[in-house]
């Protein structure tokens, strides 16, 4: 593992002509060129590991006439420095901008290191207020997974707070906007939306080739109302948050058709308060599904998590 492998002639043609940013250690990512000056930083689809940094999701790279955007910080300082070197690598231009996508950990906790690099970090104001209160759950339970690598990691959220739930920014040239649908696997997630390219960074509102996780912070419900805001608008090409980079019907499959599943199977037993253990009786076992990377790990706790959530909502 740890092995770099590009994918496409581009990424591997600014390989040979530009040189590793960090001597020793490549970052646990691929790189997957998606269209020209505008790449995905695609990260393991298992669990937050030592070894791959908690860098276990996907980030973005765009290079622009002012510098490079990142979509993404990582989980910690040191992961920043391996996504800082990736990105420079790529554009051969300093990182101007980041843009956070959401408030879980690999989302943002490495802001703290592009601030001091002198970026810009940009989010909407109900992304960065949810970042405020998980910030301390999130270093506690990164501890014991990177032990020393998490040292000079800082919550530090974004230096240019947008009020609104749809912004559009123009970043060196390249007009990027930024949309609040819905809280999805965390309130305050946002997807970034190249509307000239069509491309969709979802950040964690799309996972494929693995199975989404619903946490106690999830709102599957509203989450599938997102989903369907994402697909609308009309991308023909999806940088999920999690898996490799895919488009709307591979989303549909992984994504939406899970969350439809969940939200219409455990809305209608808490309307009949039919349980926790019968939700996950009746439901724990969908082979439809077990196709998707760590089904045995989440599925029946995302039953329970989601019918306990329609639960409190009665
Ligand atoms: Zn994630």
Redesign the pocket.
């Known amino acids: 593992m740890n092995t770099l492998i590009r994918r496409f002639a581009t990424a591997l043609a600014l390989a040979a002509v530009l040189p590793h940013a960090t001597a020793g250690e490549p970052a646990p990512l691929q790189v997957h060129a998606v269209k020209p000056g505008i790449f995905a930083l695609v990260g393991e689809i298992g669990g937050r590991t030592y070894a791959n940094h908690g860098l276990?999701?996907n980030f973005g790279v765009i290079d622009t006439a002012d510098g490079t955007l990142l979509i993404d910080s990582g989980a910690s300082a040191q992961g920043a420095r391996l996504l800082e070197a990736e990105a420079t690598r790529l554009t051969g231009k300093p990182v101007r901008w980041v843009i956070n996508t959401?408030v879980?950990d690999?989302?943002w906790l490495g802001n703290g290191h592009f601030r001091s690099r002198g970026a810009e970090l940009i989010a909407l104001s109900r992304t960065v207020e949810f970042q405020q209160k998980n910030a301390l759950a999130q270093l506690d339970s990164l501890r014991p997974v990177l032990k020393e690598r998490l040292d000079g990691t800082e919550a530090v959220t974004a230096s240019r707070v947008l009020a609104g739930t749809h912004e559009t920014l123009d970043l060196g040239g390249r007009r990027i906007e930024i949309h609040y649908f819905a809280d999805a696997?965390f309130p305050g997630d946002v997807v970034v939306w190249l509307p000239q390219e069509r491309i969709a960074f979802t950040?964690?509102h799309v996972y494929v080739d693995r199975m989404l996780g619903i946490l106690p912070q999830s709102n599957a419900e509203t989450w599938l109302e997102a989903f369907e805001a994402i697909k609308a608008l009309d991308p023909t090409v999806i940088v999920p948050?999690?898996g490799s980079v895919t488009d709307v019907a591979k989303a549909q499959a992984d994504t939406g058709d899970y969350l439809a599943f969940i939200v219409s199977g455990v809305k209608a037993l808490a309307e009949d308060m039919a349980g926790v253990d019968a939700a996950v009786a009746q439901l724990g076992d969908a082979p439809q599904f077990a196709r998707l990377a760590n089904y045995d790990e989440l599925h029946r706790g995302n039953v329970s998590r989601a019918y306990l959530r329609f639960e409190a909502a009665q």
């Open positions: 276990n999701a959401g879980q690999h989302r696997h950040g964690d948050g999690h």
